[in-house]
């Protein structure tokens, strides 16, 4: 493996844009993706990873749930005296006591859920859309009496009437609610629909509204970016799309799509996207799959003889975006796809030139070496190729360091 930079992208650092028309990330690692089946984290990964949602400039962390318990609560105190740039928000049910744990732990800003669809009010609770009004209204009164700021999230808003939902909206935003977010609870919504029902919701009742979606059928930042194509504000995220079942909207790549698909401004540090991605997936003790978008170890490193031989010429032939850009680096690999160019590249970095027909042979090996162990080649693997066959005579400057896949 071979690190490539080219000016040719600009730095990230040139890239970050402050405007106040930022769409606003409320990052839910620490309530949903802690609810991902097994995922546990001490109060010292809580803190840490609130430590780097805060650095990067993330506008909410929805750290917690008070009701959970005393431990949850005295975690959620020391999150708030770090004192974070980040609004601090406790996820509560409509439940006056949920709304007590939280001002029990100094939260001034509450996040209140109550179900909308009919199933979940009649199968899950045994309610009906009557209960759910006065119940959330309720609980509203409840905290904003205690002077806390409190938004509203509609549970398995993608399954029910949207005319209730749009009432239900329009009512709590004038009991003065900051804030709205409708819930794709089961991940059952997709991107032509959202854009479609959302935006007649936006329309309806003006915002801010924010976007929860869940990934069960792989849509969850594809739902989050049509949200904010209809007029969403706000996004709901957590980091690797840790989360209930298939997850969430990633942080990483809601933040990378609304920037370089919608060409919106997103003032978040995304320079620290992939350690900040490693320290949630040591957190959880799950593994970063090489492939996962824009924070995989795989996602920037290329092998395909076309490839190499384009990203070579020109980076953005086969890249989206500086990798620098997410705190990654390119990188070309050799192995069992690789073509003249890269092999003719990987050889300039030992300071050796070869015509096409001293590279043939050599390409032969590779391929064969690379299938033998079923990975792309290190760089002692190719060097142990290089000296079974017989080699072009070096160039005169010395060679580069060549790095490991
Ligand atoms: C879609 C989502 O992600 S919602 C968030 C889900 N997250 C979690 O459940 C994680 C943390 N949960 C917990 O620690 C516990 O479930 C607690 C502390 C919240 C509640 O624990 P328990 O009192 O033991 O209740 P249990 O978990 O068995 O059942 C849920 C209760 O909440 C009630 N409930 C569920 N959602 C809501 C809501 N939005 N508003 C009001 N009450 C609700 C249910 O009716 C049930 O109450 P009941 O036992 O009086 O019928
Ligand atoms: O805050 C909310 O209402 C959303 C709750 C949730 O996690 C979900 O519905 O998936």
Redesign the pocket.
């Known amino acids: 493996m071979m690190t490539v930079r080219d000016p040719r992208f600009p730095s990230s650092s040139t890239t970050a844009i402050q405007s106040d028309a930022a769409i606003k990330f409320c990052d839910t690692t620490l309530?949903?993706g802690?609810?991902a089946p097994g995922v546990a984290f001490t109060a010292a990964e809580k803190l840490a990873i609130a430590a780097a949602l805060d650095a990067i400039g993330v506008h909410q962390i929805e750290a917690g749930?008070p009701?959970?318990?005393v431990t949850?609560r005295d975690v959620l105190r020391e999150i708030l005296a770090t004192d974070p740039h980040a609004e601090i928000v406790g996820?509560?049910?409509?439940?006056h006591r949920?709304v007590e744990a939280a001002a029990s732990c100094g939260l001034v800003t509450a996040h209140?859920?109550?179900?909308v669809s009919d199933l979940?009010l009649k199968s899950?609770?045994?309610r009906d859309r009557a209960w759910a009004r006065l119940?959330?209204r309720d609980?509203v009164a409840d905290a904003t009496d205690r002077g806390m700021r409190v938004s509203v999230?509609f549970?398995?808003a993608s399954r029910a009437d949207d005319a209730f939902v749009t009432d239900l909206a329009g009512e709590l935003r004038e009991l003065g609610v900051t804030r709205l977010r409708w819930?794709d609870?089961v991940g059952l919504l997709d991107p032509v629909s959202a854009h479609d029902r959302l935006g007649r919701l936006v329309r309806a009742v003006p915002g801010p509204w924010e976007i929860h979606a869940h990934d069960d059928f792989g849509l969850a930042t594809a739902n989050t970016i049509a949200a904010v194509q209809a007029g969403f504000t706000w996004v709901s995220t957590t980091v690797l799309g840790l989360?209930?079942r298939a997850g969430n909207a990633p942080i990483e790549e809601v933040a990378m799509a609304l920037r370089h698909l919608l060409k919106l401004p997103v003032d978040l540090d995304t320079t620290s996207f992939r350690s900040l991605a490693r320290l949630v997936s040591r957190a959880a003790r799950r593994p970063l799959p090489a492939g996962k978008a824009v924070v995989g170890e795989s996602v920037f490193a290329h092998e395909s003889g076309i490839h190499v031989h384009g990203i070579l010429r020109h980076p953005a032939t086969y890249e989206p975006f500086d990798p620098a850009e997410v705190g990654g680096r390119r990188r070309l690999a050799i192995g069992k796809h690789s073509g003249r160019a890269s092999v003719r590249y990987a050889l300039e970095q030992y300071g050796l030139t070869a015509e096409d027909d001293e590279i043939e042979p050599l390409l032969e090996r590779v391929r064969a070496a690379a299938t033998q162990h079923k990975r792309g080649l290190h760089g002692r693997d190719f060097q142990e190729l290089l000296g079974r066959v017989e080699m072009p005579t070096p160039r005169a400057e010395a060679p580069r360091r060549e790095e490991q896949v």
């Open positions: 309530r949903d802690e609810q749930i009701a959970m318990g949850e996820w509560c049910r409509a439940d949920d209140l859920t109550i179900p979940h899950k609770l045994g119940r959330v609980c999230g549970e398995d819930a609870t989360g209930e």
